[in-house]
């Protein structure tokens, strides 16, 4: 980024010289020259602006599989593009380099990715991923009408931590085909010590996302901490209580950033998969070679998609089962 270039930000409320933004659920309460903790929305002179609007910091054309999403256009392309800065402070982060800093980034317009769009082979439409697209919000937000406006069926993806208000969440929600949610755990302890958060928004913004949009879910297993028989169950047991259609992707911890706990278990992810599997229909293992990650109808054990790493062959049509006619929650 060769200049700051400031965009004033949405949901905020002046409180005398201090800024209260309305973003997220942390509430910053922002000094004039301060950043919120997501150091990308700083108060200037009674005004909130976004530092990160349209600063791209990582853009690639990715298989939809990779976001992870499993159950929506099997086998397609989508750009996906991402900024800096995060409102969670995982130390587990794999990509700190751009959540937890000031990364080099390219201006670019929400007007030129559409361009950028439309000169794409194949590509479906555009995921917001690599940092936190919620805290990013005016770009997404405004790119995505204006993807929405100019390109016939394009599709809008967000990788997002799910640490939202309910304003902005629902105001961007009609825009936004499908969302993976990280669910980190099911302790707010595990939340406020390892990712600066808390766990309630959270489930919130699935609950509600999942009435409008295609959901799934991610939870990274790491060592010793969130890996527990009990945790899955909770964490599976919640997903069912919203939807028991709704992916499970339980993803292998490596060591990264702050945390250096030895790599959990295969023999651990695979317990836990077969504990989500007795509440919910779909579960997947990620970052583990050679496990079968293909989807099988829940009724009658057909192979709905058989998946290979990345190449994808789908074995049904529409959303449901051509053998047993079940009714799926993927969206071919």
Request: charged share 25%.
């Amino acid at each position: 980024m060769d200049k700051e270039v400031l965009f004033e930000a949405l949901f905020y409320e002046k409180q005398g010289d201090n800024i209260s933004c309305k973003l997220c659920p942390h509430n910053c309460l922002i000094k004039e020259g301060s950043h919120g903790k997501c150091n990308v929305r700083v108060n200037r002179l009674g005004v909130l602006y976004s530092l990160n609007y349209a600063e791209i910091t990582s853009m690639a054309q990715d298989p939809i599989e990779k976001k992870p999403l499993y159950h929506f256009k099997p086998g397609s392309k989508i750009l996906s593009v991402g900024s800096f800065g995060c409102n969670f402070s995982c130390d587990f982060c794999q990509n700190y380099s751009i959540s937890q800093g000031r990364a080099s980034s390219e201006y670019i317009s929400p007007e030129k990715l559409v361009e950028i769009c439309q000169g794409l082979e194949g590509n479906i439409g555009v995921a917001f991923t690599y940092n936190e697209p919620s805290i990013w919000y005016e770009y997404v937000y405004k790119t995505s009408r204006l993807l929405k406006e100019n390109i016939k069926d394009i599709k809008i993806v967000l990788v997002t931590n799910g640490y939202i208000q309910v304003e902005p969440l629902k105001m961007i929600l009609p825009y936004v085909d499908a969302m993976n949610i990280d669910l980190k755990s099911f302790n707010n302890k595990y939340y406020k010590d390892i990712c600066g958060g808390s766990i309630s928004p959270v489930l919130d913004t699935i609950k509600i996302s999942s009435k409008q949009s295609h959901v799934e879910v991610t939870t990274l297993i790491v060592n010793g901490e969130n890996d527990s028989s009990d945790e899955i169950q909770k964490i599976a047991e919640f997903i069912a209580s919203v939807d028991k259609n709704i992916p499970l992707h339980l993803s292998r911890y490596f060591p990264s950033y702050k945390m250096d706990n030895p790599a959990t278990e295969i023999d651990v992810m695979i317990k836990d998969k077969d504990i989500a599997k007795k509440y919910i229909n779909y579960v997947y293992i990620g970052n583990v070679q050679g496990v079968d990650n293909s989807t099988y109808c829940p009724k009658c054990c057909y192979k709905l998609i058989q998946r290979d790493n990345y190449n994808v062959k789908v074995n049904t049509k529409f959303d449901i089962c051509v053998k047993c006619g079940y009714k799926t929650n993927i969206i071919l």
